[in-house]
């Protein structure tokens, strides 16, 4: 089975804190995700990658940075956090492949408060 | 451009009778589509995908869904709801890129 570890299932942190969200995968995929969910506004893509060392961004970047160092970690980086940040974080992966039909797959989470 | 519309956002049954969870898509080219299933606090799990082989797929807990091309739908279906079955659902669909489009959600609540 497919296994998709996030650090933390709950965290709280401050106002202006930097704060890492980490996610491990065990099945050598290629791609890496990270996804916050809203109530209301489903999951949204934050940032993604292909490669080590690679990273693209989603659809709101802005606030986070990411860092893949090994193809198997995928580090999510909130610079100063901010209490719009207040969410839940999804990690997940797949393989990589151009026909699309590749599902991915998730963690856990981590609730993540900022006070 | 793809996207994808959970006709539903909350379905009730009865334990013991049949779930029917609706979603069509839209796509510009033959689709990947998934089902997710996610319990509360917890992550999204695969349920089951179709990639254009057998148009009725079957997954896990007894779940199967059939892909329509004709109505661009691919609807969930059990045919005994389970308490057990309560969480939200997400129809998704994917693209070369391995990208999700996801539905909006549907939650299912399954009454004793």
């Known amino acids: 089975d497919v296994k998709v570890t996030q650090s933390s299932r709950y965290l709280v942190k401050r106002t202006g804190e930097k704060v890492f969200l980490e996610c491990v995968q065990d099945m050598d995929h290629e791609n890496m995700f990270w996804y916050r969910q809203d109530p209301g506004l489903g999951l949204r893509l934050i940032y993604f990658s292909y490669d080590v060392k690679m990273k693209e961004k989603g659809d709101i970047p802005e606030g986070y940075s990411v860092s893949r160092e090994k193809k198997e970690r995928f580090s999510l980086i909130l610079e100063s956090a901010s209490t719009n940040q207040t969410s839940m974080y999804l990690c997940?992966?797949?393989?990589?492949?151009?026909?699309?039909?590749?599902?991915?797959?998730f963690g856990d989470g981590t609730r993540l408060s900022i006070l | 451009a793809q996207s994808v519309t959970q006709l539903d956002s909350h379905v009730s049954v009865s334990e013991g009778t049949p779930v029917l969870l609706r979603c069509n898509y839209s796509s510009s080219y033959s689709p990947s589509l998934f089902w997710y299933v996610q319990h509360p606090n917890k992550g999204l799990q695969l349920l089951l995908k179709?990639?254009?082989?057998?148009?009725l797929v079957k997954g896990i807990n007894g779940f199967e869904a059939e892909f329509k091309k004709s109505e661009t739908s691919f609807h969930l279906t059990k045919p005994s709801a389970h308490m057990s079955d309560a969480a939200e659902y997400f129809c998704v669909v994917t693209n070369a890129g391995n990208m999700l489009t996801f539905g909006g959600g549907t939650r299912l609540m399954v009454k004793p």
């Open positions: 179709y990639t254009s082989a057998a148009t």
């Open positions: 997940a992966s797949s393989f990589q492949a151009w026909t699309g039909d590749q599902p991915q797959h």
